[in-house]
């Protein structure tokens, strides 16, 4: 892995503007009412921490976790610039937000993406991470749009 994976600002000039790629991106496929991607605003929010994907400064990719409970987590905001797709960077990112997930020692991490084609390569990287299909949680609401996926960390309440 020729990148570094960490906890970054959102508020980075670059940063907000591959958030701005990916809220647009998200309105563009899917229904109204039904972009679940974080703003600024909800990646500021206390119970996300927020991370970077760069390669000599250069931003990559993106991706948060947001507290749900003591043990449980949701994946949210991942989006990889365009030009480094396919790179390595998705699952690099979600294999080391699972891992700060179980170092918090959340049980479970949770998500929701859509069911269209455009969410396609999304979903096959969260099943080859381990997600499996689920039921609505948190707020969410079961629609024909949304598909949510969860993962068990493995973790006893011990641990």
Known sequence: MDFVIARDDPRAEDVRALLDSHLTF????TPPGHVHALDLEGLLDPAVTFFSARRDGVLLG??????????HAELKSMHTSEDTRRQGVGEAMVGHILAFAAASHYRRVSLETLTTSA???????????????CEPFGEYTANPYSTFMTIDLGLKDDD
């Open 26 to 29: 998200s309105d563009q496929v």
């Open 119 to 133: 969410f396609g390569p999304a979903r096959s990287l969260y099943k080859k991470a381990g997600f499996v299909r």
């Open 62 to 71: 993106v991706g948060a976790l947001k507290r749900l409970g003591p043990s």
